[in-house]
T-cell receptor, first 115, second 109 residues
C-alpha cells in the first residue's frame, strides 16, 4: 500500500514570496491533516479536512495561509506571502475516519526555508 | 488545548543501556499515542493507550498510561542504535491530536 506522498521535499524561498505544497493521502482515507513542525517542537495542526470539508482550521494563519482539498483526495497548502518564522517542516497526514484515536499516517514532509 | 510536557528534551546513552521518557499534562486524556520520528521522515505511530493504568509492550519498548490518564512513560530496554530518533507523545480528545515537543534519543554504538 502506498503511503502519504508529499512534494516538494525541500523548498527555499525569500520572505514575501509565495509557495505551495502538495499532498496525496493514502487511498480511501477520508481525513487529511496539515501540520507545521518548527525545529525543536512537535507537530502543530494547521488544518484538518474530512473529505473535502474543513473540520478544524483554528490554528491556520488565515491572513497568509490557505489550503484546499478538491474532490476530497489531494490537497495543497499555500503560503502567501511567506515570513521568516514560516521556516519549518510541513507534514501531511491522513487517516481512515478522523476519530481521535484513529491512526494517522504521515508523509515525509516538506522542509521550507524562508530567507 | 492540552499542554503536553515531555522530559527529558535530549537523551544520549550507550548501546545496551535502558532509558525512560516521560509525557505529562495537567489535563485528562481520552487516549494517548507515542510516535517515533527519524530525520527527514514523518512520525510513525508506535502505540495507542486508552485505559488508565494500561501497560503495553512492543518488543523492547514498554508503554505505560497513568492511572489518572494525565501522564505516560516509554521505557526502552537494552537500547540499540536503531532506536535513535525523536519520540513524540500526542494526546487526543475527539478528533484532534496535540503533540508534545518530543525527546531526542541518541543511542551510541
Amino acid at each position: 500500500e502506498a503511503g502519504v506522498a508529499q512534494s516538494p521535499r525541500y523548498k527555499i524561498i525569500e520572505k514575501r514570496q509565495s509557495v505551495a505544497f502538495w499532498c496525496n493521502p493514502i487511498s480511501g482515507h477520508a481525513t487529511l491533516y496539515w501540520y507545521q513542525q518548527i525545529l525543536g517542537q512537535g507537530p502543530k495542526l494547521l488544518i484538518q479536512f474530512q473529505n473535502n470539508g474543513v473540520v478544524d482550521d483554528s490554528q491556520l494563519p488565515k491572513d497568509r495561509f490557505s489550503a484546499e482539498r478538491l474532490k476530497g483526495v489531494d490537497s495543497t497548502l499555500k503560503i502567501q506571502p511567506a515570513k521568516l518564522e514560516d521556516s519549518a517542516v510541513y507534514l501531511c497526514a491522513s487517516s481512515l475516519r478522523g476519530a481521535g484515536a484513529d491512526t494517522q499516517y504521515f508523509g515525509p514532509g516538506t522542509r521550507l526555508t524562508v530567507l | 488545548t492540552q499542554l503536553l510536557e515531555q522530559s527529558p528534551q535530549f537523551l544520549s546513552i550507550q548501546e545496551g543501556e535502558n532509558l525512560t521518557v516521560y509525557c505529562n499534562s495537567s489535563s485528562v486524556f481520552s487516549s494517548l499515542q507515542w510516535y517515533r520520528q527519524e530525520p527527514g521522515e514523518g512520525p510513525v505511530l508506535l502505540v495507542t493507550v486508552v485505559t488508565g493504568g494500561e501497560v503495553k509492550k512492543l518488543k523492547r519498548l514498554t508503554f505505560q498510561f497513568g492511572d489518572a490518564r494525565k501522564d505516560s512513560s516509554l521505557h526502552i530496554t537494552a537500547a540499540q542504535p536503531g532506536d535513535t530518533g525523536l519520540y513524540l507523545c500526542a494526546a487526543s480528545n475527539d478528533y484532534k491530536l496535540s503533540f508534545g515537543a518530543g525527546t531526542t534519543v541518541t543511542v551510541r554504538a
